[in-house]
């Protein structure tokens, strides 16, 4: 799956805590493979209401180019290694024009929201299903069906519960040989880290290599059940295209 000028071009879509930044520190350990986190946060934020309640929200607008446009122009420019994987949120690909996906390796993340909704609420407040995802997941699996653009399904419980083989399956399907460096890394902080990585990146800052998946044990918040009920549908159908 690379581009017209041999360029494999990871973009990753994924809603929040959904072991992304996990992901982006395993691509990172490859030495054939450059990284960028979340180029498109500046341009959500600074064309949606989010920046006044996402921490740090002006710092990111600062350090970032924040016309989208412009950003997908970087995405698809010169490139100083054969393969890039682009960490992004979903929701960030605001009022963008997606024909530049016909030329990259389009990953959709997903995780459990009974799971991952308790996580982000601890950081922003009372979110809903625009902030996290799921809605728009399934809004551009018909895109990419629509237009017969490729994409690979993964799910964050599949990788944690055998990261070697997904990631092994996963390097198959998109022309790239697995890397062993993928399932370790030193711990701490990464240059790659966006300006938001202290809000956000406590646990992966933490970690060595892919944590091993643990049940949720705790009870589900009663004032996100509504949330929760809204995106369940989404994660069906997103999930049975997982690969693992």
């Given at each position: 799956m690379k581009s017209k000028d041999g360029i494999t071009r990871i973009c990753l879509?994924?809603?929040?805590?959904?072991?992304?930044?996990?992901?982006?520190?395993?691509?990172?350990?490859?030495?054939?493979?450059?990284?960028f986190d979340e180029p498109l946060y500046a341009h959500y934020l600074s064309n949606t209401n989010a920046d006044e309640y996402h921490p740090g929200a002006e710092d990111v607008i600062a350090s970032q180019e924040n016309d989208g446009k412009k950003v997908v122009e970087t995405i698809m420019g010169k490139q100083d290694k054969p393969v890039v994987f682009f960490k992004n949120m979903t929701h960030h690909l605001l009022d963008l024009d997606r024909t530049f996906m016909k030329d990259v390796v389009n990953v959709i993340l997903?995780?459990?929201?009974?799971?991952?909704?308790?996580?982000?609420?601890?950081?922003?407040?009372?979110?809903?299903?625009?902030?996290?995802?799921?809605?728009?997941?399934?809004?551009?699996?018909?895109?990419?069906?629509?237009e017969n653009i490729k994409y690979v399904v993964l799910d964050s419980k599949k990788i944690l519960l055998n990261p070697e083989k997904v990631l092994r399956q996963f390097c198959d399907i998109i022309g790239i040989n697995f890397d062993k460096n993928m399932l370790n890394w030193e711990a701490g902080p990464r240059k790659e880290d966006g300006s938001w990585a202290k809000y956000w990146y406590d646990n992966v800052h933490r970690s060595t290599g892919y944590n091993p998946y643990k049940t949720k044990n705790e009870p589900f918040p009663e004032n996100l059940i509504p949330l929760l009920k809204e995106c369940e549908p989404h994660y069906n159908k997103i999930v049975e295209k997982a690969i693992g």
């Open positions: 879509w994924a809603g929040p805590r959904n072991i992304s930044t996990t992901l982006m520190y395993s691509f990172a350990q490859r030495a054939d493979t450059g990284i997903t995780r459990d929201p009974k799971e991952m909704i308790p996580s982000f609420a601890k950081v922003i407040n009372n979110p809903t299903i625009d902030d996290i995802g799921y809605r728009l997941h399934t809004e551009l699996i018909g895109y990419f069906e629509k």
